[in-house]
């Protein structure tokens, strides 16, 4: 497996885990969404309602930027990619759970009910190169941590 592929493959993972990113548009700073797949596809659904200013800021495919860090922290990326309103009613009964259904009264019915579809593009993706091995040779002047961090960062392409 390639280092990009290795890369990509850990940011998909980690995410379907932790399933939390930030999401913003130009002129919408970025808020925390709860991510959904829908199954291996490497498309990030999100629901929300019509009314916010991130759903308001999508009248077509839109760029957007999602930022995402791993809850252990151990890996950063940020990755840009079109944001677009997808309200397919395949899609949404497929994502539809409990945690969803407690921020629409009417369940999937509620007029206010909006799904965004995030495809994203390129990213680049960071791991976390600090370790106590790394911390000790950095304390006795051995080694350049530029040139271990070297490997640990990846542009890389997500579609």
Known sequence: MSNDQDFAKKFWDSIRSDMTAMVGLSGVDARPMTAQFDGDRNTI?????????????????????????????????????????DNDLAVIDRLWNRFVAAWFEQGKDD??????????ADAEIWKDASSVVAGVKMFLGMGDPKEEYKDSVSHVTLT
């Open 45 to 85: 659904y999100f629901f929300t309602a019509k009314d916010t200013e991130l759903a308001g800021g999508v009248s077509g495919p839109t760029d957007a930027t999602l930022v995402y860090a791993s809850k252990g922290h151990d890996l950063f990326a940020t990755v840009q990619g079109k944001l677009q309103i």
């Open 111 to 120: 007029p206010k009910l909006c799904l965004l579809r995030f495809d994203p």
